[in-house]
């Protein structure tokens, strides 16, 4: 006999069989895994999962022909940068507040019931003082244009906070005119007076307001309203200057090359071919500064008759005189949807 015909000495292995509760558990596990996968198709192909799926990646189709005519195109999924944005900004908003002292003893209680009695004594009239509906709109007027005077309180009529905003706003964004311009790279291609330019008005930015008000008030001197007035000017141009100088980097530079090849300066390139398109959002942003400006000064009191508004303002919260805080407020808020609309309007003509 050859020797591969011996009959061999060791028992022959039974091929494996799927026999009882091995056959019934591996047929459960494949029944499960096809159910998973299914799920996760079906979550993909809907909306949730595509609009997901946008977000973290994108298809770059990469050319790989030696002469790079698109005839070998293959497409790629290559992860967007919002997925580590996402990471970072959560890793930062729990390391914030793990600074914020909490009190875990102490259970927070909202006292709907005191917040809306309060807000409902803002615009109802009391008998003691506003009287009636007449007193309490006469009250807001005097606010509004002459101010309060009585024995404890002399304030500023808010007409003239609305003045003082709006020549510090109008200095603020003229001054921004040239800036932005000098900053916004498809402009000027000079980097030795871009960089400069941008360094200066990044660190104006930093600066807060208050503390700009006081190098003001140090030069100038205390008890007028020009080192007011200049510090509103340095935050509207700083607003203006990071607004417009990025909407400019935007725009398409085929009118400004034009002009340019044609033998105008840079001066007259820009007059034509760009300040026509940057005319509507340079009003929209001044009076989206505008806005900011009055709003601030209310609450943060850097202009400097503005204060004696915000005293007179936390003096009736303290002595729960709601029906005068109301009185005073309703003058802010209708100036600024005014403003709101007025923006909107001068946009919508302009363009």
């Keep these: 006999m050859l020797p591969h015909l011996w009959p061999s000495s060791q028992p022959q292995r039974q091929p494996f069989q799927w026999l009882g509760r091995n056959k019934r558990r591996r047929l459960s596990m494949t029944g499960k895994t096809d159910k998973k ?16 799926d946008s977000c973290f990646y994108k298809n770059v189709a990469i050319d790989l022909s030696e002469n790079q005519d698109g005839s070998n195109v293959k497409t790629i ?12 900004l ?9 600074f914020l002292p909490f009190n875990y003893q102490n259970k927070l209680r909202l006292n709907w019931q005191a917040f809306g009695e309060n807000f409902a004594d803002m615009f109802t009239p009391k008998p003691y003082r506003t009287k009636d509906w007449a007193g309490w709109w006469k009250f807001a007027w005097e606010s509004f244009a002459f101010g ?10 808010f007409l003239q906070i609305f003045f003082l905003n709006f020549i510090a706003t109008a200095l603020g964004a003229v001054l921004a005119i040239p800036v932005y311009y000098l900053c916004a ?3 000027n291609r000079n980097p030795y007076v871009r960089i400069p ?14 503390i700009i008000c006081v190098f003001f008030g140090m030069v100038m001197g205390s008890g007028n309203t020009l080192p007011s007035i200049l510090a509103v000017a340095v935050f509207t ?6 607004m417009m100088y990025e909407y400019l980097e935007t725009l398409n530079m085929r009118p400004f090359e034009s002009m340019r090849s044609c033998g105008a300066n840079n001066l007259q390139s820009v007059s034509l071919g760009l300040h026509p398109e940057v005319k509507p959002m340079f009003f929209a942003y001044a009076i989206y500064a505008f806005e900011i400006n009055i709003r601030a000064s209310v609450v943060l009191s850097y202009v400097g008759i503005t204060s004696t508004y915000m005293n007179s303002l936390q003096i009736f919260i303290e002595n729960a005189w709601y029906d005068y805080v109301g009185a005073m407020l309703v003058p802010l808020v209708l100036v600024v949807a005014t403003l709101q609309i007025v ?6 003509k302009l363009r």
């Design 197 to 210: 330019v941008k360094i200066f008005n990044d660190f104006l930015r930093c600066v807060p307001m208050f």
């Design 185 to 187: 790279h498809n402009v």
């Design 343 to 348: 923006s909107n309007t001068l946009v919508r």
């Design 37 to 52: 996968h299914q799920r996760k198709l079906a979550f993909q192909s809907s909306k949730l999962g595509r609009f997901l």
């Design 77 to 88: 999924r290559k992860p967007r940068i919002t997925k580590t944005v996402l990471i970072l």
């Design 237 to 242: 141009l700083g607003v203006m200057y990071q």
């Design 148 to 157: 309060i005077q009585t024995p404890l309180i002399n304030s500023a009529p």
């Design 90 to 98: 959560a890793i930062a908003l729990v390391v914030g507040l793990s």
